[in-house]
């Protein structure tokens, strides 16, 4: 009976020991389960919040969690390296990482777009506001021009206040059209790319602005009275500033703020520029027509600048030949004239904005100097002392023989 009792002990007491051991494996087991599924599920939220992270802080704050994540599964890592081979823990998690720091990268790109829009917007609004004043006080002036006629002095002060208005409006352009070009010459494919898709929400894009500048500069040649042969010079110059400023950055600017239509925005472009220098030459040649005929030079008619070129050497040529074959003071008068009027007027007023607005070239006018050089010297009268001293001479000799002639009779 004792040994019995005692069997039983040890049997329930060696089944009880194997109990345990079998509910520790299991336990241990259920456990090791427990955290490779936390894991998996901890890591995979993780890795769409970061997929779906628009904004710089989302990421900043996910990168903290990402390194709580490895800190707090680090020392599990072998059962999680068994559960997801041929992955493992160091790699799972350096992935979302990378894919963070990839998405942090793109929302500061973005972020610096965005800023660049919002400055963008601003020059915009003040660019516009300050176009508009200065074109509605252009108007006002040119209105009051043409109701002034009475008082000469009058409309020569608005006149010139007038022009004062264009030369603020293209400077003002002008520090515009430098901005575009620092801002968009060196732009490569890429940021282009990226500014575009920020650029969407643009109300006034540099391309509108530009437009809106060409329109209103048809507007002033068009509609202007009072001007003369040196401020339609001067427009025809910043028609020439204003292409070459085109042609060095259009194709960027309808690339990045009109990227699904570009040749025909680049084309809209180019046909307001090319009715601007239309108006402007409408004007000009008769200007310069005028302004030469005031100054007693009649030149052949011209209506280009080819032709106006042909038109100033036909003139000098001409008075080249004839000082050539007279040789008279009234030509070298005209010689003179003609020499005043360009040195003091056509080049040293004139001149930068001639050659700015391709209506001269610099080797054109240095050609015309020479032709002008060569008409002085052919120009200048021969002395006819000597011969007046040959004839006095003569005379006196023929005098004295007449006297002997007659002492002797």
């Known amino acids: 009976m004792n040994i019995m009792n005692i069997y039983l002990k040890t049997y329930t007491l060696l089944l009880a020991i194997f109990l345990i051991i079998a509910s520790s494996a299991v336990i241990a087991q259920q456990s090791d389960y427990q955290i490779q599924q936390d894991f998996r599920a901890e890591l995979a939220e993780l890795s769409e ?14 990168e903290q969690e990402i390194s709580d994540l490895r ?6 890592s072998s059962i999680i390296n068994a559960a997801i081979y041929p992955d493992t823990f160091e790699r799972s998690v350096a992935r979302v990482e990378e894919n963070r720091a990839a998405s942090a990268e793109r929302a500061a790109v973005i972020d610096q777009l965005n800023e660049q829009v919002d400055e963008l917007t601003a020059e915009m609004e003040v660019f516009r506001n300050r176009i508009t004043q200065m074109s509605a006080e252009a108007e006002d002036l040119q209105d009051q021009i043409e109701r002034s006629t009475a008082s000469e002095s009058r409309q020569a002060a608005l006149i010139r206040q007038y022009r004062q208005n264009i030369e603020q409006r293209d400077n003002f352009v002008s520090d515009f059209l430098e901005e575009l070009l620092m801002k968009y010459q060196s732009m490569d494919r890429t ?12 109300e006034d894009s540099p391309l509108d602005v530009i437009k809106a500048i060409v329109a209103e500069y048809i507007n002033v040649a068009d509609q202007s009275s009072g001007l003369e042969a040196p401020d339609y010079i001067g427009m025809r110059a910043q028609h020439g500033y204003f292409m070459d400023v085109w ?29 601007w220098l239309a108006s402007v030459d409408n004007r000009l040649w008769d ?10 030079i009649q030149l052949g008619p011209f209506t280009s600048a080819e032709t106006f070129n042909t038109a100033l050497n036909n003139y000098v040529d001409s008075g080249y030949e004839l000082s050539l074959e007279t040789n008279s003071d009234e030509d070298y008068n005209i010689y003179r004239n003609f020499r005043d009027f360009w040195n003091t007027t056509v080049k040293a007023s004139w001149g930068e904005a001639l050659t700015d607005g391709n209506i001269l070239s610099q080797s054109d006018i240095a050609a015309i100097d ?5 008409w002085g010297e052919a120009a200048q009268t021969t002395s006819n002392l000597m011969f007046i001293l040959f004839l006095v001479s003569i005379a006196v000799i023929i005098g004295l023989i007449v006297l002997l002639l007659t002492k002797k009779s």
């Open 49 to 62: 919040r970061v997929e779906l992270a628009v904004s710089t802080d989302e990421l900043v704050e996910l």
């Open 71 to 76: 800190d707090r599964y680090a020392e599990h």
């Open 191 to 202: 940021t282009q790319e990226e500014l575009a898709d920020a650029a969407e929400r643009l």
């Open 247 to 275: 042609d060095r950055i259009g194709d960027r600017l309808v690339t990045t703020f009109d990227p699904e239509r570009e040749v025909q925005a680049k084309q809209e472009v180019e046909d307001l520029l090319a009715a």
């Open 287 to 296: 200007s310069l027509t005028t302004a030469f005929n005031q100054n007693n």
């Open 370 to 374: 020479i032709k002008v050089g060569n």
